[in-house]
Antibody, heavy 118, light 107 residues
């Protein structure tokens, strides 16, 4: 069974940092691109960042570029999102998602909540 | 950035009726469009990829169509579990983008 389990969310002050993790199981992790998507309370889905299977290529939304960094450890089947200089508008549930063979996100984690507030 | 506009924002229907949801792209995304369903408090679930292909385990009452800039998601014969929010998403160009969502609610 394919499973994605996010962790690392919590309450952080503006300007602070947080590192999210997504532990994958049930598939050959290193083959698949992975993505982070977030959803602010009561709002829609927002793409945040994607990384290739090898980890050699990554992309970021303009809203997080220069502040967030995506990485992966294919030996441990873990995806990370390092979030620095956090702002109130980064408050959201953060989902990790696996890209399917045709590029769409065919599996999602349950999400982890990040709250940026003083 | 490719902007995806979904309409209507809310669709009020009864079980057994047919739902037609629209997603319009600000420029051509070819067929690189997906649809997701999200129920309250849950993660999204992939329904349709590449405009018209049902994902694994998705019932046949869900169908997708369109190409270029205009796409539709049709749910024939709405079941009680189909009342949810639906999002379209394009993977034609970076940055990847989602539409704002259509809520299908019980009338």
């Amino acid at each position: 069974e394919v499973l994605l389990l996010e962790s690392g969310g919590g309450l952080v002050q503006p300007g602070g940092s947080l590192r999210l993790s997504c532990t994958a199981s049930g598939f050959t992790f290193k083959i698949y691109d992975m993505t982070w998507v977030r959803q602010a309370p009561g709002k829609g889905l927002e793409w945040v960042s994607s990384i290739s299977g090898s980890g050699g290529t990554s992309y970021y939304a303009d809203s997080v570029k220069g502040r967030f960094s995506v990485s992966r450890d294919n030996s441990k089947n873990i995806l990370h999102l390092q979030m620095n200089s956090l702002r109130a508008e980064d408050t959201a549930v953060y989902y990790c998602a696996k890209h399917g063979d045709f590029g769409a996100f065919d599996m999602w984690g349950q999400g982890t909540m990040v709250t940026v507030s003083s | 950035e490719i902007v995806l506009t979904q309409s209507p924002a809310t669709l009020s229907l009864s079980p057994g009726e047919r739902a037609t949801l629209s997603c319009r792209a600000s420029q051509s995304v070819s067929y690189y469009l997906a649809w997701y369903q999200q129920k309250l408090g849950q993660a999204p679930r992939l329904l349709i990829y590449d405009a018209s292909n049902r994902a694994t385990g998705i019932p046949a009452r869900f169908s997708g169509g369109g190409s270029g800039t205009d796409f539709t998601l049709t749910i024939s014969n709405l079941e009680p579990e189909d009342f949810a929010v639906y999002y379209c998403q394009q993977r034609s160009k970076w940055p990847l983008t989602f539409g704002g969502g259509t809520k299908v609610e019980i009338k």
